[in-house]
């Protein structure tokens, strides 16, 4: 049972961190014609790199909860920009384009 214990904090420390990565890919990607974006994702990657110590380490449920926010806090701030006339950007653009016929 520790065994498991340790494999499943291991593999959320390793998805956490390929998350990290593939937002500061991203980040990469989106600072030529988006400033925001880039901004964004680069926040985004290094709190998730971040976040791979609390979990290696076992830092315990208080870490864990702030590291739950903050993922909800990030997945509002993208549904907001999304939407038309926002705040943040000024202008939306939609999660899912339609191309009806």
Known sequence: MVAQMKALYYAAAATTAIAGILHLIQ???SLGFNLNFGI?????????LFWV????????MPWYYVG???????????VITRMPDN???????P????HLP
């Open 27 to 29: 980040a990469s990607d």
């Open 40 to 48: 964004f994702f680069i926040v985004a990657g290094i709190a998730q």
């Open 53 to 60: 110590v609390p979990m290696i380490r076992r830092w315990g």
């Open 68 to 78: 739950i926010g903050g993922t909800i806090v990030l997945i509002i701030l993208f």
């Open 87 to 93: 705040p943040i950007t000024g202008r939306g653009v």
């Open 95 to 98: 999660l899912v384009q339609w």
